[in-house]
């Protein structure tokens, strides 16, 4: 029996309309009663996991939170932050002033509590905030904003639309390649991270810290910043709406995220 199940949010655990519907909350409420620990793994920042963490009951079967794609790893239940991989301060202005070359992408940074941006208008910044809890902080100049806070972001998207984004992809990523790690999340965001870190990465962490074999995860996506997370998982299971990439590395393929692809799939492998 698998002891640890690492879950996407958008497009895997959430339906289309940003709801885990009730089939799949109850397979997951049902696996946790079996004693299996349930970690959101997610591209959002912190704040945003925090519904899904509830409408799974995870603080009091003890799950945990990994946000920020990876950047941070949050206990559920003690609110303790386990591990935080930061962008240093230098690292992060220099970057966000290197995107000032194209005023046509959106870059969004956040404190934990505010995202910063000249204007809130921009690509995809009041979906981030609604989605990820965070307030809109309108500031004259993003870098200058970052570098007077002083504050070390765990990650900054860049978001446009995908025919202005995907072109741009090797220009973002030119003179920071060294530093941080990038990966297309979804049509529309870039990430950045420092280097070396992803859902992979700190899910390894997690099963160290719980002496949890790789062999004994599943893990359950539907994008490219999924990819690492299924290869290291002893079962990866791509959505029926995954993209092609994730389908064709995956161990197996359930339904989608609208027809709970994670409750079909979690059915063939657990009896409750």
């Given at each position: 029996m698998y002891k640890m199940i690492a879950l996407d949010l958008d497009g895997t655990l959430n339906n289309d309309e940003k709801e885990i519907t009730p089939k799949t909350r109850e397979a997951l409420l049902a696996v946790q009663r079996l004693g299996v620990t349930v970690v959101l793994a997610s591209g959002r920042q912190a704040p945003g996991l925090r519904r899904e963490a509830e409408a799974l009951c995870l603080k009091d079967y003890h799950g945990l939170l990994l946000s920020y794609n990876g950047g941070r790893i949050q206990d559920a239940t003690t609110g303790e932050i386990l591990f935080d991989s930061n962008i240093d301060n230098d690292t992060a202005v220099a970057f966000l002033r290197h995107l000032e070359e194209w005023p046509e992408l959106s870059p969004i940074v956040d404190d934990g509590e505010s995202i910063y941006t000249t204007d809130a208008r921009r690509h995809k910044v009041m979906d981030e905030s609604r989605n990820n809890n965070l307030r809109v902080k309108i500031v004259p100049n993003i870098a200058d904003a970052v570098a007077?806070?002083?504050?070390?972001?765990?990650?900054?998207?860049?978001?446009?639309?995908?025919?202005?984004?995907?072109?741009?992809?090797?220009?973002?990523?030119r003179g920071f390649e060294e530093d941080m790690s990038f990966v297309q999340s979804a049509p529309w965001f870039y990430e950045g991270t420092i280097k070396g870190v992803s859902k992979s990465s700190s899910l390894s962490r997690v099963c160290e810290?719980?002496?949890?074999?790789?062999?004994?995860?599943?893990?359950?996506?539907?994008?490219?910043n999924d990819m690492s997370m299924l290869e290291f998982a002893g079962c990866g299971v791509a959505m029926g709406n995954a993209c092609a990439e994730l389908k064709d590395m995956a161990d197996e393929v359930t339904l989608s995220n609208n027809e709970d692809g994670i409750a079909v799939s979690l059915a063939r492998h657990f009896s409750w």
């Open positions: 007077a806070g002083g504050f070390r972001p765990v990650k900054i998207l860049t978001a446009a639309p995908n025919e202005v984004l995907v072109p741009h992809l090797s220009d973002i990523r810290r719980l002496g949890v074999d790789p062999s004994e995860v599943m893990a359950f996506g539907d994008a490219q």
